[in-house]
């Protein structure tokens, strides 16, 4: 009777895709790599913006809430209508969250969004004198609203240097070596060390960005690559 163990080399256990291989672990950057990294997201876009669409801290923070599980471009086709009719605390709450979740039936979890969006407006108003508060612990009592929505709208709103850490920048950080993290909360805690304060208001968009457009989860593009000579990953893209 075989006494192999389950994960023998014959049959070895799946890899996620963009995991590393196991040709050696993922060195990180240097002090001087990282700085690099980031000289050369910013010579080639200075000034990175998101990509929700939103004309004010708090339809910033509608947008970000309703992006839980969902594209910006399905958010923003979804709010164009919403925030034309409501744009204020005041206008949400009177517009009910019955049409709310009318107008975002075509995203993910639209029902509790919609709740929450409706919450998080009688809150604002009850509470903070109808405007978004600047400061994380108190963003994080808005229902809907946790450490990476916190983020988002600490950064884009009111130009706090946070890292804000979804799936794209977690993948990213993890290959280029800028972090070796698995969980959201470690990455931010390395990138928020590692990258030097003068790049910190738009850290987080250059690696979004990256990520979503050359960076890939299934096939990055390496060739293109403006980091590709600093990236660790042991995997990329020939060519
Ligand atoms: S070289 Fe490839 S894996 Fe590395 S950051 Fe660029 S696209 Fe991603």
Redesign the pocket.
Known sequence: MSTAPRSSSANPPRKKPGAAKGRGRNRGLTPAEVAEVFRRFQAADPEPKGELEHSNPYTLLVAVVLSAQATDAGVNKATRALFQKADTPEKMVALGEDVVREHIRTIGLFRAKAKNVILLSERLIREFASEVPQDRDALETLPGVGRKTANVVMNVAFGAPTMAVDTHVLR?SN??GLSDGKTPLKVEEDLLAKIPQEYGVFAHHWLIL?GRY??KARK???PR?L??DL?R?PD??PG
Do not use: D, Q, W
């Open positions: 990213v290959r280029i990256h050359v960076c990055p593009e390496c690559c980091i590709r990236c990953y990329k893209t």
